[in-house]
Every structure is written in structure tokens, then in C-alpha cells.
């Protein structure tokens, strides 16, 4: 496994792998790698002959106040969980390397980011195509993997992908879980003991809102009351949203019957958690 900090050395090695016919596949991450991650890592490297993952903790995608001075790290422990999962390459860049100089053009997502994380956190999703379309140049893969608890963030993906025409094919990965149905997030690490105990009920809220609309009932308003109700029962966390819209547009629906998130986002003391259901009316939840 190759490990580079500069962005030359990647850039040199992708060459050489597309001239061979190789095929990259992708897959972006801030680290402390946990099972989700890594099946993002499982499906790259089915997929394609040669995989290549990032680790950067983006400063450009985090608000004032947010906690990136507490996003964990583990540099080893990532190396190790890369090595096992079959990665090619890591790429670690400093923020210095990715950004020698302030940037002189600044993206703007003007679509599918005036709603969900995207309202709670202006210049998150602007944050996070500036890095990708970095990222994307320098590595140029293939294929590049999210996973669908970032429902919001493989939409704006989507859309980065098709307004630029980046060669790249955007391959959407189901949520890993704890066996409570907590997704994995490597801010869980930051819940106290007893906000640990009541962070399922996060997926079990969502759960309550898609069984109401598989069971004919087509009124946001409804779907969105009761899983908040729940929540708010179960937990101590305070609500930031709670949201149903299309998906994956994500434009708000009066009646639901067609593709839908059910997505929210929770406080606790120090770590805000994120979760979503992706579903269609009278069927199974389809991903995520
Ligand atoms: P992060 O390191 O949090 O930026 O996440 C990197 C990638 O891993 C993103 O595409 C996330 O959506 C994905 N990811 C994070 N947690 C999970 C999970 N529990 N299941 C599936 N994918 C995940």
C-alpha cells in the first residue's frame, strides 16, 4: 500500500495506472475509519482494479463553532483498516497542500443544499464540492463511493458530477449500523454514556414516519409530527430538523407519491448526529 502526502506523487501514479487501462475506484473520507467506511472500501475494491482512498478533515466544510477542533483522529489505526480492506493507495494531504493559497474562484451550490445540513450549516455543502472537485481532478477515478447516511451529500454529489461533467460514476452505499440500528459515525465517539443509550431511537423516529406512509398516509406534515414526537420522547438531544422531501431533488412534497427522504439531525452535548430514510410510498425502504 502506497501512502503520499503530496498530491505530485498521486498524480504520478494515476497516470501511469491510466495508460495501463486501470480502473480507479475512489472513496473519500475524513478517517478515523469505522465499518461504514469500510464498506465503501468493499465496494471499491470489487469494483475496480486499482482503489485509492483519502483521508482530510476539510476545514472549508466545517462552520464556526462546529467541531472540527473534536473531530477524532487515528492515523494508524486508519492505515491498518485500509491495509486489511485491500486499499492501493492513501492519500493524506495537509491543509497546506490542498490549500497553499486562498482560493481566487469559490463554488456556489445553488440546488439541493437550501434545506436539510445544508440550511443548519451554510458553506458546508460549498465545502464540500471544493474539495471533491480537488479530489476528483488529482485522483481521477472511475467510480467514487458515499455512503447514503450523507443522503443530502451524494445528491449535491450528484449534481456536482453532472453540472461539470466530471468522468466520474457516483456509486451510493447502504448505511452500516450498530446492532441498535445507531448508524456508525465517527462522532459517536463524542456521546456521553447516556446519550449513547438513546441515539437509536434517532433510526426507530425515522422508522415510525416511513411505516406510516407505507401504511397510505400521504401527508408530510403528519409523517414528520410523529417521528418528532418520538424523538422528543426518547431522547434528551434537541432536534435541529426534522424534514420529508423528494428525493433525490429534494424539493418539499404537499403529498407524497414518489421517492422520499425522512431525514434528521440531532444535538447532543457534543456531537450532532444525522440519520434518513429513503423510501417510496408502499414499498421498502429502497437505500440508505
Ligand atoms: P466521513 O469520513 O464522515 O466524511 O465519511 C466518508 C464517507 O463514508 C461518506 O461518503 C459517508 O457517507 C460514508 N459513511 C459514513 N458513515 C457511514 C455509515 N454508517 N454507513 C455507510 N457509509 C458511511
Known sequence: MEVYN???????KVNSL???GKSIGFVPTMGYLHEGHENLLKAARKENDFVILSIFVNPLQFGDGEDLDHYPRDEE????TAEKNGVDLIFLPTNDIMYPNPLSIEMTVTRRAD???????????????T???????????????????DAQQVAVVDALIQD??????????????????LAKSSRNVNLTEKERHQAPAIQKGLQIGRKMVEEGVQD???V???????LESETRGKIDYIELLSYPDLKPVDHINQQVILATAVFFERARLIDNVVFNQKSRASKG
Open 224 to 230: 414528520k409530527e410523529a417521528t418528532r414526537q418520538f
Open 164 to 181: 461539470y461533467n466530471f468522468p466520474v460514476e457516483l456509486i451510493p452505499v447502504p448505511t452500516v449500523r450498530e446492532s441498535d440500528g
Open 220 to 222: 408530510p406534515e403528519q
Open 77 to 80: 489505526h486508519d492505515r491498518k
Open 115 to 129: 434545506v436539510l445540513c445544508g440550511r443548519s450549516r451554510p458553506g458546508h455543502f460549498e465545502g464540500v464540492v
Open 131 to 149: 474539495v471533491l472537485a480537488k479530489l476528483f481532478n488529482i485522483c481521477r477515478p472511475n467510480r467514487a463511493y458515499f455512503g447514503m447516511k
Open 6 to 12: 503530496d498530491i505530485q506523487s498521486v498524480q504520478r
Open 18 to 20: 491510466i495508460r495501463e
